[in-house]
């Protein structure tokens, strides 16, 4: 600053933190400043500094009060995707739980008892966070709700979806999704994933099975087909579905609580009802985690059968062609 012709420079403090400088050149005539012109600065540029410190808390507090906001309104948006209540299915354990982390995601669940008396189950994440990820969230159930009244199989309605969301929102959204339609009359799932992360099948003879089959994630490309698979579930199996929200969730050691943890949880723990099974994981996960609020949202859905259903039905369960 001498080099710019800068006589006086006065330092601008809060708090003993310099936030800027007053700088001032020579006076006219050659005079040199004096101690109160000093004094009379350091008063001026304290005063200065003080309602620039304010002027930025405000505008800090203001950012805030808007994230609040937004947040609380993806919050709202997320809860009323979700069930008011769990649907009652004759010898089905259901329950399902969705954990919100301190950024809102777009995680959600749905469970629908249809006319005909099969169970619908959907559980997806979505991409980003906060309000955008909420209203893709919204508008995905809203295209799932309507396709899955229909009499296509979980293949031809995630093929549709698809179709939708890359033609209805950017195409750097996209969403995973796992859906299954369960037959109670025979115990049969039929199932078909968009890219999520594997449910697990507990059987009751202690094998674990992973629903694999499915497709790319919904949304990311305006093609691809969709396989699914039909599985009977026997009395005492238990099926678990999840968000990688639980899976990659990580601990002071950077360590991902990961699949194989929750396949020996689902071991251990097979005996108890479906509610309890999920309390379960979400206590491991705040032990593992070392925190009350996860960095992710989790969703868990469990299902177990309690006991087989009469069934009129002497096959698998059938839809109707995509014609």
């Known amino acids: 600053l001498a080099d710019a012709g800068m006589a006086l ?57 808007k994230l609040e906001e937004q947040l609380g309104l993806a919050r709202t948006i997320q809860s009323r995707l979700l069930p008011r209540q769990i649907p009652e299915i004759p ?14 995601s777009g995680d959600y669940y749905d469970l629908i008892k249809r006319q005909d008396g099969r169970l619908v189950i959907i559980i997806s994440d979505v991409s980003g966070k906060g309000v955008p990820a909420s209203l893709l969230a919204s508008s995905l159930q809203a295209s799932m709700r309507a396709h899955c009244q229909t009499s296509c199989s979980p293949g031809e309605i995630l093929e549709r979806v698809n179709l939708y969301l890359h033609e209805s929102t950017d195409p750097s959204h996209f969403a995973t999704l796992f859906l299954a339609i369960f037959d109670p009359q025979t115990n049969t799932l039929c199932y078909s994933s968009g890219g999520h992360n594997s449910p697990v099948l507990r059987r009751t003879d202690g094998s674990i099975e992973l629903l694999e089959k499915g497709g790319l994630p919904l949304g990311a490309f305006d093609f691809g087909t969709y396989e699914e698979e039909s599985v009977t579930l026997a009395p005492g199996d238990t099926l678990f579905m999840y968000t990688d929200g639980l899976t ?58 309690q006991q087989s259903a009469q069934s009129n039905l002497t096959g698998p369960v059938a839809y109707e062609g995509s014609g």
């Open 9 to 65: 420079l006065v330092p601008m403090l809060v708090h003993g933190r310099l936030v800027g400088i007053i700088a001032l050149p020579p006076k006219r005539g050659g005079d040199e400043f004096q101690l109160q012109d000093l004094e009379l600065l350091s008063m001026v540029a304290g005063q200065v500094a003080l309602q620039m410190e304010n002027t930025r808390l405000y505008e800090e507090e203001l950012k805030k009060q």
């Open 91 to 104: 010898g089905l354990d259901l329950a399902a739980c969705n954990i919100t982390s301190a950024e809102v």
């Open 248 to 305: 990659e969730t990580r601990n002071g050691a950077e360590e991902e609580f990961g699949e194989e943890r929750v396949e020996r949880l689902l071991g251990n723990s097979h005996e108890l009802p479906a509610a309890r099974l999920l309390d379960v994981m979400h206590d491991e996960l705040r032990l593992f985690s070392g925190r009350a609020v996860a960095d992710d949202d989790v969703t868990l859905v469990a299902l177990k059968v």
